[in-house]
């Protein structure tokens, strides 16, 4: 009988777990591999070649077929469209502990929806359903490295620090409650 391996997390990023766990749960069938690339999706926001490479491995479906699956459906991004990447987790702690006025306050002051990314190509917004940092809640991925208990202002500060953002101004970061 076939055996499977059991392939190493691609790093200690705990969304790898989480990646690993949806995987898991579907006992690393190649069917499940469009369950997979959306718990990976939803973990990072879009799927690059190592989430792609590690499904691939996991669930012993050819990297080929893994980016032709990819690529075929229009809800899958391959790349995060924007210079630099805000991923806000939804997820129920996140959501609870303030993501709506995260968001809220990334759209208002940037001008975009989440999914979206400005005009001139400096930023994306984008959501994933749990980083698996549900401690530092509310949790945002920015440029790939997670900052916990987030507040707006200071997401917004760290926005135009990185990017020296031009074009739209961000006047004032929304407050809520
Ligand atoms: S719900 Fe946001 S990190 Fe888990």
Redesign the pocket.
């Known amino acids: 009988m076939f055996q499977s391996t059991k392939i190493a997390l691609p790093s200690d990023d705990k969304r790898w777990k989480i990646v690993d766990a949806t995987m898991r749960r579907h006992g690393y069938v190649p069917s499940s591999l469009i369950e997979a690339l959306h718990s990976a999706q939803e973990a990072f926001g879009f799927l690059d070649e190592t989430a792609l490479r590690f499904v691939s491995a996991s669930l012993h479906v050819p990297p080929s077929k893994v980016y032709g699956v990819a690529t075929f459906y229009h809800f899958f991004t391959l790349k995060p469209p924007g210079k630099h990447t805000c991923v806000v ?7 609870i502990k303030g ?1 709506p006025a995260l968001l809220q306050a990334l759209e208002k002051n940037l001008g975009i929806k989440q999914g979206e990314t400005t005009a001139d190509g400096e930023i994306s917004i984008l959501t ?12 945002v991925v920015f440029d790939g490295q997670v900052a916990g208990k987030v507040e707006p202002a200071a997401m917004l500060e760290r926005i135009q620090d990185v990017t020296g953002f031009r074009e739209v101004d961000i006047v004032k970061p929304v407050t809520f409650g």
């Not at 987790?89 to 959501?95: D, K, S």
């Not at 994933?128 to 949790?139: D, E, F, K, N, Y």
């Open positions: 987790c939804t997820g129920t702690a996140c959501y993501a994933a359903r749990c980083l698996g940092s549900c401690g530092l809640a509310p949790a």
